[in-house]
């Protein structure tokens, strides 16, 4: 049940508190799903923030999404628990507050009869754990140490992790959990100050970092150590003083390849590599507060943007104007999510309730959950058939009688007593990961 | 005649002015008089045409008779209905039906799904470990800095001095242009929890900004209805030196209970209840009236209160995560009008 439910959660939320939500987007139903990170805040999803928290996990961790109707799928009160509270080793460092977002990765869109989907999950003391949403637990963790500060990106490409943190450190790790390495396969030094690291969605190896006074660079990991593209501050203003530099967030457009970002000074500009200028090739300004998350809309045109005050805009970048605003949030917005077909988008913030709105046709809140924590980060399953899934039935999934040793001794170390034998029976099933394929959205 | 008709149309009422009245009578007389020509009985009650409203005559003083007399007509009734269901009240005694409470804007409320529960663990976990919680383990006692806007004039002066007075461990230091983003490290370093900021307009001081401050969030407030000590009536005499208790009136929801400990924290843990002082943050419609009082209990049951200090009105505007920064800061909440404000039922605090 708990598989069940956690399969055909659409939207997951990371919160301050540690705790991994997922949810319904639709009507029909609040399944619950998601579990704590060890009472640490989660760093990303999409992205993450850390706070100075560490500690006990709350007890239950699985709150649910409300999706609409009240109906249903309490599924029998006795929704197991989700994912296991890990509790304090006490080891964790102490993070100064700062806001570590990472990127993570996004089940794959393409399959509808999708089995396997995987989250990573970056937290506060820099572990970065694999959350299966088939099976709705968490299945493994590993630290990644090295750098100061929290997550800012996150990415997987070939069975390698690409982690990077605050202080410019960005590693790329091996991804593989019977053997958590401790040396990575790759270090490279951003810049200190970064904000955001993402992938290409098209090029699993060319990464983009930028940050405050941290200029936008384009990393090919595979290629040299020196970045394949390094943006150029814009000319002075007309006080000939210098522009300063606030990298807050970076998408790449798909089909060409240019980067699109926003700053902390309320500016949103569009880069292109591939003309021989390093300057942005435009930029617009929105409001006077400074822009905290972006994400692209499924028409291709234009980016959604959100600042510190909660206003969402979408913006054209052809031609650099706004097309329209999206009203309700009262916090800052701390993670924004686009459908990759549908026109929907899924806005989190520090007001603690994640919103659906829809962009066009017309423009406006869908429908808004209350979650008892801040959000930081929010991600959309890709999957085009929303509203299709049906009612589980509750079916006993087939038991597989390999017992892994090392998912016992975790089991015992970590999870608490639950009623529920199915649980722990399909904890112990072989996990099955499907790595990310290469043509999927990524956040 | 339609003005004879009226007229004895109105003396058929009983008419208490005495001007009216004579004339009315004469009035009546001269029809009596007239139908007695005619040998036609004259109409005893009343005769308007249907359709009829007092707004439609057009003479203002008999309009003016016509509706005190029909308003007074219906407060009778009115009283008449209210001892006839108190009387049926009594009659049935315990089988009455419970008396219907009248709707007020706090009952219509609408429901808010971010009011607290109790016992909900996640909020309980995510205030343990919120910024807060070093003041609530009893690790830390509050410090309290006041301050005002630049060239602060009287009343904001008296003020400050006279919240001085009620929080306990509180400092008020001139504000000399400093800016708050310099004053704050300063503050953290000396061991300061909290920073009170209170704004000056136009003489009188209208805001309010409490920042805790290793890190913690930074609320901003209006303050109107600001009334000094000497301009309370049948005040007590001035606060003494005990630490005085505190109560948090009404903060139900998520953001109330974050504005509720915020200023549960400006006060040390341990009142001491030989002052008998208590100062009171009440909510209410999400505006926070501030009370200083002495209470003496005369009895068991009853308590005499004398209002001492200084009484303000707070409304929130914004809450910030982190320390004052206006421009480049994180809002939790920020109060948009336009937006939040639709609703003559609806509350956030």
Same mark, same amino acid.
Request: hydrophobic share 30%; aromatic share 6%; with cysteine.
């Given at each position: ?16 508190t ?13 399944e619950?799903?998601g ?6 805040p &989660? ?15 709350s ?6 999404l409300?999706g609409?109707?009240?109906a ?14 890990r ?12 806001s ?21 999950v ?12 088939e ?6 963790q ?5 750098? #100061?500060?929290?997550?800012?990106? !996150?990415?997987?490409?070939d ?6 943190v605050?202080?410019g ?28 690291m ?67 000074? +309320? ?10 200028q390093?300057?942005?090739v ?10 905290? /998350? ?17 206003q969402?805009a #979408?913006?054209d970048?052809? $031609? ?32 603690r309730? !994640? ?9 406006? &809140? ?10 930081n ?13 049906? $009612? ?10 390999e017992t892994?040793e090392?998912?016992v ?9 639950l ?15 499907k ?9 | 005649? /339609? ?8 003396s058929g ?7 009216? /009245?004579?004339? #009315? &009578? ?6 009596? +008089? ?8 004259p ?17 203002? $003083? ?10 007074q007509? $219906? ?12 009387? #049926?009240?009594? /009659? ?12 007020t ?8 799904e ?5 016992n ?30 630049d ?18 461990n ?7 242009g400093l800016?708050?983003?310099k ?11 909290? &920073?009170?900021v209170?704004?000056?307009d ?10 805790h ?6 609320a ?56 008998r ?20 209990f ?11 200090g200084?009484r ?33 039922r609806?509350?956030?605090?």
């Open positions: 049940m708990a598989s069940d439910a956690a399969r055909w959660n659409h939207v997951w939320v990371g919160t301050e540690g705790i991994l939500k997922g949810g319904w987007r639709g009507l029909a139903s609040t619950s799903g579990g704590t990170c060890g009472g640490l &989660l760093a990303t999803l999409a992205r993450l923030t850390p706070s100075t928290r560490r500690g006990e996990p007890t239950k961790t699985s709150r649910e409300h609409g109707g009240t249903t799928a309490r599924g029998g009160g006795e929704r197991p628990l989700l994912g296991r509270r509790r304090d080793s006490g080891e964790w460092p102490l993070p100064g507050g700062s570590g977002p990472g990127a993570s990765q996004p089940p794959s869109p393409r399959h509808p009869a999708l089995l396997c989907l995987q989250i990573l970056g937290c506060a003391d820099r572990t970065v754990k694999h959350f299966s949403t099976e709705g637990i968490f299945q493994g590993r630290h990644c140490p090295g750098g #100061e500060g929290t997550f800012r990106g !996150l990415a997987q490409a069975g390698t992790l690409i982690t990077c605050d202080s450190i960005l590693r790329v790790w091996r991804d593989n959990d019977k053997e958590a390495s401790p040396d990575p396969l790759l270090e490279l030094r951003v810049g200190p100050g970064v904000c955001r993402r992938q290409d969605p098209a090029h699993p190896h060319v990464v983009a970092t930028g940050g405050k006074e941290n200029a936008l660079k384009v990393w090919d990991l595979q290629g040299s150590e020196e970045p394949v593209f390094r943006a150029k501050n814009v000319r002075n203003d007309w006080l000939d003083l210098r522009v300063p530099i606030w990298d807050q967030d970076i998408q790449f457009l798909p089909g060409s390849q240019k980067l699109v970002t926003c700053t902390g000074y +309320h500016q949103v500009r569009v880069y292109d590599p591939a003309s021989p390093r300057r942005p435009l930029e617009t300004n929105y409001g006077e507060y400074p822009l905290t /998350a972006m994400t692209l809309t499924p028409g291709g045109n234009s980016v959604i943007v959100g600042n510190t005050h909660g969402l #979408e913006i970048f052809r $031609q650099g104007r706004l097309l329209g605003c999206l009203k309700g949030l009262a916090g800052s917005v701390r993670g924004l999510q686009c459908h990759p077909s549908k026109p929907l988008l899924a806005s989190c913030g520090l007001d309730v !994640l919103r659906v709105h829809r962009i066009q046709n017309p423009r406006g &809140l869908e429908h808004k959950v209350y979650l008892k924590s801040q959000l980060c929010v991600l959309l399953s890709g999957r085009d058939n929303w509203e299709d899934e049906p $009612q589980e039935p509750n079916k006993v999934p087939s038991e597989d009688t892994d090392l998912w001794a975790l089991e015992a170390a970590a999870k608490r007593k009623p529920d034998l199915k649980q722990t029976q399909r904890a112990l099933q072989t996990k099955r990961r790595k990310k394929r290469p043509g999927s959205t990524s956040p | 005649m /339609a003005k004879s008709g009226d007229k004895s149309g109105g009422k009983k008419s208490l002015k005495r001007k009216a /009245a004579i004339a #009315e &009578l004469q009035r009546a007389a001269v029809a009596e +008089h007239e139908a007695t020509e005619s040998g036609v009985q109409p005893k009650t009343a005769a308007f045409p249907p359709g009829f409203s007092i707004s439609e005559i057009k003479n203002k $003083q008999r309009r003016h008779l016509m509706f005190t007399r029909w308003k007509q $219906q407060r009778k009734e009115k009283l008449a209905a209210k001892k006839r269901l108190k009387k #049926e009240r009594e /009659a049935l005694g315990d089988k009455a039906p419970p008396k219907p409470i009248p709707k804007i706090d009952n219509q409320r609408v429901y808010d971010t009011i607290v529960d109790p909900d663990e996640e909020v309980a976990y995510d205030e343990s470990t919120d910024e807060f919680a070093s003041y609530f383990n009893r690790q830390t006692s509050p410090k309290i800095l006041i301050t005002t806007s060239r602060p004039h009287g009343r904001t002066v008296r003020l400050c001095e006279q919240l001085s007075t009620v929080i306990p509180s400092h008020v230091y001139y504000r000399r800016a708050l983003k004053i704050i490290p300063q503050c953290i370093s000396r061991d300061f929890t909290d &920073l009170i209170i704004n000056e136009r003489k009188t001081p209208n805001g309010l900004i409490l920042s401050l290793p890190d913690g969030p930074t901003h407030f209006k303050m109107s209805s600001v009334r000094l000590r000497k301009e309370i009536k049948r005040r007590g005499k001035d606060p003494t030196e005990h630490i005085p208790e505190i109560i948090l009136n009404n903060f139900t929801t998520r953001l109330g209970h974050s504005v509720g400990r915020m200023f549960a924290s400006l006060f040390p843990h341990n009142p001491q209840f030989i002052g002082q208590v100062a009171t943050f009440h909510n209410q419609r999400d505006y926070i009236f501030f009370r200083f009082h002495r209470y003496i005369k009895s068991e049951k009853k308590v005499g209160i004398q209002e001492l200084p303000f009105t707070l409304k929130l505007r914004s809450l910030q995560k982190g320390t004052f920064d206006s421009k480049y800061g994180e809002y939790e909440w920020v109060h948009k009008p336009r937006e939040m404000d639709t609703s003559r609806k509350f956030h605090l």
